[in-house]
Each structure stands twice: as C-alpha cells, then as structure tokens.
C-alpha cells in the first residue's frame, strides 16, 4: 500500500514538472514570436514610404471608368 502512494505521488510530481518545463518553453516561443512581430513591424514601417503613392499628402488616384448604361438580362422563358 505505502509502495503505491509513493508511486502516485511521483507519479504526481513529474506531472506538475513536466507541467511547468512546459509552461516554461511555452512562455520563451511567446517571447520570441513577439520579438519577431516586432521587427517585421519595424521593417513594414520602413518599407511603406517608398511602396507609397502619396506625395506630400496629396495621392496619385486615377478615375475608374464606368458603364453609362446597364445591359439588359437576358430573358429566360420555360416550358
């Protein structure tokens, strides 16, 4: 019987390490996947000006051009 609760209790106890070894990597790939974010933000930024295409406020839109008129549908007739 003691033999038993000894092996529950450790048993236990590398549940609640590998638990926290875990939680513990977890934590570090957060960090790290945040860091990353952080620099491709910073990279974005310093990208955008020159993919722009504003000068001094004021964009380069062009006019769309648009149909004046809609065609008509065609009519389905069924027997």
């Not at 003691?2 to 092996?7: G, K, Q, S, W, Y």
């Not at 960090?31 to 722009?52: C, D, G, Q, R, Y």
């Not at 406020?57 to 389905?76: F, K």
């Amino acid at each position: 019987m003691l033999e038993a609760i000894v092996i529950i209790v450790a048993l236990g106890g590398l549940e609640i390490a590998l638990w926290w070894a875990d939680h513990k990597r977890q934590a570090e790939q957060l960090a790290t996947l945040e860091a990353i974010w952080v620099e491709l933000a910073l990279l974005n930024e310093e990208k955008a000006p020159m993919h722009s295409p504003e000068i001094s406020g004021v964009s380069q839109a062009r006019p769309v051009d648009l149909p004046i008129s809609v065609a008509p549908t065609p009519t389905v007739v069924t027997q």
